[in-house]
C-alpha cells in the first residue's frame, strides 16, 4: 500500500492550496477516506472524511465553508481544496486510508 501526499506548502493568510493524496495497492474505491492534520505541540485531528463513493462529507468545525474534500476513484486519488487559510491551518496533512494506512504528511504554512 502506497499513500503519497503532496500539494503543501507556504501561503499568506487568505490564500488558498489543493492537496493531494495519490494511493495504490488496494481496492481505493471501496474505502472511505481523511485527510487529518497536525500542528506543532497538538495532537493529530481530523479535518475531513469522505465515503467510498464520494457521496458523504464530513468536516471539522473548524474548516466547514473553506475547505472542500473529493475524490476521484479511477486516479485513487483524494483531494482537499482549502481557501481562506489561516494561521490556525499551519500544520502537517496526512492522508488516511479508512484508520489503517497513513501517509508520510505535507506541509501547509499559513504566514506573511
Known amino acids: 500500500v502506497q499513500v503519497v501526499e503532496s500539494g503543501g506548502g507556504l501561503v499568506q493568510p487568505g490564500g488558498s492550496l489543493r492537496l493531494s493524496c495519490a494511493t495504490s495497492?488496494?481496492?481505493?474505491?471501496?474505502?472511505?477516506m481523511s485527510w487529518y492534520r497536525q500542528a506543532p505541540g497538538k495532537d493529530r485531528e481530523l479535518v475531513s472524511r469522505?465515503?467510498?463513493?464520494?457521496?458523504?462529507?464530513n468536516y471539522a468545525d473548524s474548516v466547514k465553508g473553506r475547505f472542500t474534500i473529493s475524490r476521484d476513484n479511477a486516479k485513487k486519488t483524494v483531494y482537499l481544496q482549502m481557501n481562506a487559510l489561516k494561521s490556525d491551518d499551519t500544520a502537517v496533512y496526512y492522508c488516511?486510508?479508512?484508520?489503517?494506512?497513513w501517509g508520510q504528511g505535507t506541509q501547509v504554512t499559513v504566514s506573511s
Open positions: 488516511n486510508v479508512a484508520q489503517v494506512y
Open positions: 495497492g488496494f481496492s481505493f474505491s471501496s474505502k472511505f
Open positions: 469522505i465515503s467510498s463513493d464520494g457521496g458523504v462529507a
